[in-house]
């Protein structure tokens, strides 16, 4: 068990509603980046927070939003959903220091159906 | 042209085999070098990282990057029925202050009892 939390883990939504997805980093953690895979596709970056601001963004649309806070949990909100955002949605954490390599760990995913 | 070639597979062998899996990249930036393992419907779980060129060993598992060729491998000796699962190569280059991952598609193991 890698100490990230992810919920819910499945969630079924219809094409329009809104959706978040929580997660809680690993203690000690304080950079959380969130990447949606779709099936058979490797994990794509969405975007990362460091200390409760946004530190790079992906090949994602505005209606991909997110926050942190600061005990460094973080959620990922997705407006207007599209048949195309069904995918597993994962979160990874890491002890981010500004410039230094550290290793990321992700939680188990929520999976998203959009119908 | 993707920044990270994986090739999907499927992979099967017998247990015991060895298993040879490879990435390409064509991105010069990426500087750390990562193998996760990922069991169906569950989060990816980091087996190794690698710095620059070289090898690093781990138990049955070696990580091999050549930076020169945009190449890395991971080496799996006496593989067992539970390393059954998809691998995934995930290359880091600084972004913003803090690194990013790009990843490769996966390659789907099967090993054989």
């Known amino acids: 068990e890698t100490g990230v939390t992810q919920s819910p883990t499945h969630l079924i939504k219809t094409r329009g509603q809104q959706v978040t997805l929580r997660c809680s980093s690993q203690?000690?953690?304080?950079?959380v980046s969130w990447y949606q895979q779709a099936l058979g596709q490797g994990p794509q970056f969405i975007f990362q927070?460091?200390?409760?601001?946004?530190?790079g963004r992906g090949n994602f649309p505005p209606r991909f939003s997110g926050l942190q806070f600061p005990n460094y949990s973080s959620e990922l909100n997705v407006n207007a959903l599209e048949l195309d955002d069904s995918a597993l949605y994962l979160c990874?954490?890491?002890?981010?220091?500004?410039?230094?390599?550290?290793?990321?760990?992700f939680g188990q995913g929520t999976r998203l159906t959009v119908v | 042209q993707k920044e990270v070639e994986q090739d999907p597979g499927p992979l099967s062998v017998p247990e015991g085999a060895i298993v040879s899996l490879n990435c390409t990249y064509s991105n010069s930036a990426f500087q750390y070098f990562m193998w996760y393992r990922q069991y169906s419907r569950k989060g990816p779980e980091l087996l190794m990282y690698?710095?620059?060129?070289g090898n690093k060993e781990d138990g049955r598992f070696t990580a091999q990057v050549d930076k020169s060729s945009k190449y890395i491998s991971l080496f799996i000796r006496d593989s067992q029925p539970s390393d059954s699962a998809t691998y995934l190569c995930a290359m880091s280059a600084l972004t913003g202050s803090n690194y990013k991952l790009t990843f490769g598609k996966g390659t789907l193991l099967t090993v054989n009892p």
């Open positions: 690698t710095y620059s060129s």
């Open positions: 927070y460091y200390r409760e601001e946004e530190n």
């Open positions: 203690s000690g953690h304080n950079t």
């Open positions: 990874a954490s890491t002890k981010g220091d500004r410039g230094r390599y550290t290793e990321a760990f």
